[in-house]
């Protein structure tokens, strides 16, 4: 989707050297406050986070406002 503006956020810094010119990547921590006001984001999606998140309901309730 070359029209589409996708963010990647990661706990560490490990994204590729190349990525298409739409994509952008921060290092943030999707468990602490958000940097962007509700409403922001047309899409959440997250993979490999099973483990990694302590309180689901919580960041779900974030991701939907």
């Known amino acids: 989707y070359p029209s589409a503006t996708v963010l990647g ?3 560490s810094p490990i994204q590729p ?3 298409p010119p739409n994509v952008k990547f921060m ?3 999707v ?3 958000w940097l962007h006001p509700e409403n ?3 899409l959440v999606h997250a993979r490999h986070t099973v483990m990694a998140i302590k309180d689901w309901p919580k960041l779900l309730r ?3 406002r």
């Open 27 to 29: 290092v943030d921590d």
């Open 17 to 19: 050297a190349w990525v």
């Open 62 to 64: 974030r991701a939907y």
């Open 31 to 33: 468990e602490s406050s």
């Open 9 to 11: 956020v990661d706990l």
């Open 40 to 42: 922001h984001f047309d």
